[in-house]
Structures are given as structure tokens and as C-alpha cells.
């Protein structure tokens, strides 16, 4: 009995090269771009449309929270500080800015300000998000 | 001093946070402007509810 392979050995080279040309270069420039500046990483990858509302969402939340007199988390006294620094470090560049130019409450005093300190945790977290979804772009894990 | 109530911070919260997530957890843009507008309704609908169990739980 004889087996024609033709057409078989191709399509598994074809994937297996658009892999390995997803693979070169440095993979994490999309991750570490994204978490600085928010959007930068699908920017870089070309997804215009995607990035853009990942940019527009994440700097309208984080501005929203500073409006709201939110607190920017400096140090860390206790657990719930830890969290909340870790959170506002997804900010990437906004929250180190923010910092540089004095932005943001040191107490939080009325209850929208408490509102606009989760608005910038939760920016932080969702830039993380962005900057990962990036990342597995780059690397081919999703489309 | 932006001062919304607090029914306009739970919209706008659902709102960034659906983009994100649509954009984030799904392939195509038509999944991922429903999976958006999913969780925007979960978000929402989560908050006016909870709101109402504990209205009724303080009477």
C-alpha cells in the first residue's frame, strides 16, 4: 500500500515557523512597554483599536481616581498597604508621575475619595491584565 | 473635586473594567464586545442587587 504525503509535512512547518518568527526578538518588550505606559503594548504589536481602548479605560480610571482625591500608596505599614501599593505600581509610569508631581490625597477624608483610592488600585490591576494580554500576543499563545 | 454618587462610580467602575476585560479575555471583537457588555451587566446588576439585600437586611 503506498501513502502519499504530500501536502502533510507542510502545514505543520508552516505553524511551526510562524512560531519561531513570533519568538524572535525580545518577547517581553510588549509586557514591560504596556505596564509602563498603558496601551503601549498592543501599540507595539499594531493593534491600533486595542490598545487604544485598553489606553482610553486604564488612564480614564487612574484619572477619575485622582480627581476623586484618591490616595496614592507610598509606604507600607500594614497588609492592606502592601495591596494597595502593589496595585497602584500597575500604574507604571502614571503612578510614579503622579508621585513625582504630587498628585493624589495623603488621607482619605470624604467617601468618593475612598472611592477614587479603588479606582486607581483596580487601574493598576487592569493595566497588569493589558500588559500580560500583550505579552501572550507576542508570543503567539493568543491570536 | 469630582464628586460622583455612588451609583455613577458603579457605572463608570463597570464600564473601564468591561473594556478591559472583553479586550483581554476573548479573540474576536465580536466576543469581546460581548463578553464586555456581559460583564458590565454583571457589575451593575450585582451592585443595585446587593444594594437592595442589604436596604431590606438594615430595615
Known amino acids: ?64 481616581g485622582i ?23 500597575g500604574n507604571g509610569m502614571l503612578y510614579i508621575v503622579s508621585r513625582m508631581m504630587g498628585l493624589g490625597a495623603d488621607q482619605v477624608q470624604v467617601t468618593t475619595a475612598d ?29 | 473635586m469630582f464628586r460622583p454618587s455612588h451609583f455613577a462610580a458603579v457605572v463608570l467602575f463597570a464600564m473601564f473594567a468591561s473594556v478591559v476585560f472583553g479586550i483581554t479575555q476573548r479573540e474576536t471583537p465580536r466576543r469581546m464586545v460581548h463578553y464586555g457588555a456581559y460583564c458590565f451587566v454583571l457589575f451593575v446588576g450585582s451592585a443595585i442587587l446587593l444594594s437592595w439585600v442589604m436596604f431590606l437586611i438594615a430595615r
Open chain 1, 1 to 64: 500500500m503506498r501513502y502519499s504525503q504530500k501536502g502533510m509535512a507542510t502545514v505543520p512547518n508552516k505553524s511551526t515557523g510562524a512560531q519561531k518568527e513570533s519568538q524572535q526578538g525580545f518577547v517581553y518588550l510588549p509586557l514591560i512597554a504596556g505596564w509602563l505606559v498603558p496601551g503601549a503594548g498592543h501599540f507595539l504589536l499594531r493593534k491600533w483599536g486595542r490598545g487604544a481602548l485598553l489606553a482610553a479605560s486604564i488612564f480614564g480610571m487612574f484619572v477619575m
Open chain 1, 115 to 143: 472611592y477614587g483610592t479603588r479606582f486607581i488600585v483596580v487601574a493598576g490591576l487592569l493595566n497588569v491584565i493589558a500588559a500580560v494580554d500583550a505579552h501572550n500576543l507576542r508570543t503567539g499563545r493568543k491570536a
Open chain 1, 67 to 89: 480627581a476623586m482625591q484618591g490616595k496614592l500608596y507610598s509606604g507600607a505599614h500594614d497588609i492592606l498597604d502592601i495591596l494597595g501599593l502593589a496595585g497602584d505600581l
